[in-house]
Every structure is written in structure tokens, then in C-alpha cells.
């Protein structure tokens, strides 16, 4: 039998965690990625309170189990507000841990017309994120765009993403794009993290030419990255 009444105090602390963890990914995965470029999501959060955090998740499903479970053997009696709160828990879980794409592919457009619309098709290129890739380009997003590391095709080649460049060769991708260290994509296939992929098969066949930076003008680039980041984090802190 389901009773009415005000949700129990163990409802109330296990609610907590789940929902402010919610929010925090919420914010993260829109307005802080939308203002700053795509972001280490949670990464700050978990290298802080990430040793209260995660203790503080199991109590919370540890309440729903035990909530739900101990009236089977006693009362056979559920309050419908402890229930409500146990469904708020797994839905806030739910939302904190949905996949960075999922946000990106949602606010594709939003992203496509901000200034780091760039930053984001490279980076969802190089984490194999093809929905997310596929939406920000159907939203206008340049795919021969150049950001740190290059065009999205030497994100997706520098991890031997094999689906995202078959997507982004099938969509007109320069297959011979130079990036700012001298690289074409296929350099970036055959030093990148995967060489054993077949990226570098895969962009061969599709007319890719080996180009390769020097260590020289590799060198400059990342000073100058560098640089740019250290005058960018101290503009930010004189605000």
C-alpha cells in the first residue's frame, strides 16, 4: 500500500548529493562550456570533494535499496514521498552522468553560434563523438575550421577516431589540411595515440599525403600556446 506523508529525513539527506551533483554537471555541460570552450567535465569536482562524493552516491542508492526493499518484509506499507525522492535520485544521477555529446549534439546550435564552436567539433572529432560531430556540422560549424590542434580531421586521426573521419571525408574534410605545427592529418594518424588503428590505411585511400612539421617550428607553436594561455589566465584574474 502507498501512503501519503512528508518525505523521511534518511529521503531528505539522500536527495542531497544527487541533485546538487545534477546541477553542477548541468552548469558544466551548458553555460561554463558555452562561455569557456569544451571543458574536463567534473574533473575539478572530483580532485576536490571527490573523496566525499562518491561515499556520499552509494549511501544515496544504499537508502533507495533499503527504502524500497524493507517494507517487503514488514509493513508493506511505501511512503509515496520517499518514492518520489528515490525517482529524483536515479533521474538526477541520470542527468549527472549523461555523456558530453549528448549535451553538445542538444545545444548544437547554440554551440555553432559561439566563439568556440571550433574547439568543440576538434574536440568531439578526437573523442569519437560522431552524433555530436554530425550535429554541429549540420548547424554550420566549418569543417576544415582550425583550432589548436588543427582541422576536426586531425583530432579524429590524431586518436584513430575510424568513424568520425569516414564521417568527416564523406562530408568534404581536407584530407591534407597542415595545422599549425606543419602536420597534415595523416602525420597526426601515424604519431598520434592509436597508430595501429588504421586511420593512417583509412586517409591514404582517400588521397591523404604525409607532412610533417619540424621539431622547430613544433617548439614555437606550443611556446606561443602557451604564452597566449598564461596572458589569458592572468587577464581573468585582474577582472
Same mark, same amino acid.
Given at each position: ?5 512528508? =518525505? ?9 548529493? !544527487?541533485?546538487?551533483?545534477?546541477? *553542477?554537471?548541468?552548469? @558544466? ?8 570552450? !569544451? ?6 569536482? &572530483? ?7 562518491? =561515499? ?22 511505501? $511512503?509515496?514521498? +520517499? &518514492? ?14 549523461? =555523456? ?9 546550435? #547554440?554551440?555553432?553560434?559561439? !566563439? ?31 583550432? #589548436? ?9 590524431? $586518436? ?11 562530408? /568534404?574534410?581536407?584530407? +591534407?589540411?597542415? +595545422?599549425?605545427?606543419? *602536420?597534415? =592529418? ?11 588503428? /588504421?586511420?593512417? @590505411?583509412? &586517409?591514404?585511400? +582517400? ?5 610533417? /612539421?619540424?621539431?622547430?617550428? $613544433?617548439? $614555437? ?19
Amino acid at each position: 500500500m502507498i501512503v501519503r506523508g512528508k =518525505p523521511s529525513i534518511g529521503c531528505c539527506l539522500a536527495l542531497v548529493t !544527487p541533485v546538487l551533483l545534477a546541477a *553542477d554537471m548541468v552548469w @558544466e555541460n551548458t553555460a561554463l562550456s558555452w562561455a569557456s570552450g !569544451p571543458q574536463m567535465i567534473g574533473f575539478s569536482l &572530483l580532485h576536490t570533494v571527490g573523496i566525499i562524493l562518491f =561515499p556520499a552516491i552509494l549511501a544515496s542508492l544504499a537508502w533507495i535499496v533499503v527504502s524500497v526493499s524493507l517494507p517487503l518484509f514488514k509493513t508493506r506499507t511505501w $511512503r509515496l514521498s +520517499n &518514492l518520489l525522492g528515490a525517482l529524483a535520485i536515479v533521474v538526477s544521477l541520470g542527468i549527472a552522468f549523461l =555523456p558530453y555529446g549528448f549535451w553538445v549534439s542538444t545545444f548544437a546550435g #547554440r554551440i555553432a553560434k559561439g !566563439p568556440h564552436a571550433t574547439e568543440f567539433l576538434v574536440d568531439m572529432a578526437a573523442s569519437g563523438q560522431t552524433s555530436a560531430v554530425l550535429a554541429l556540422l549540420d548547424q554550420g560549424v566549418d569543417i576544415n575550421s582550425q583550432g #589548436r590542434s588543427g582541422t576536426a580531421l586531425h583530432g579524429a586521426a590524431v $586518436r584513430g577516431e575510424l568513424d568520425v573521419i569516414r564521417l568527416l571525408i564523406a562530408r /568534404g574534410a581536407d584530407v +591534407n589540411a597542415i +595545422n599549425a605545427y606543419g *602536420d597534415s =592529418p595523416l602525420a597526426s594518424a601515424i604519431h598520434g595515440w592509436r597508430p595501429a588503428s /588504421g586511420a593512417k @590505411e583509412l &586517409l591514404e585511400r +582517400n588521397g591523404a599525403k604525409l607532412v610533417r /612539421g619540424s621539431e622547430e617550428q $613544433r617548439n $614555437r607553436v606550443i611556446g606561443e600556446q602557451m604564452e597566449n594561455d598564461a596572458k589569458s589566465r592572468e587577464a581573468k584574474n585582474g577582472r
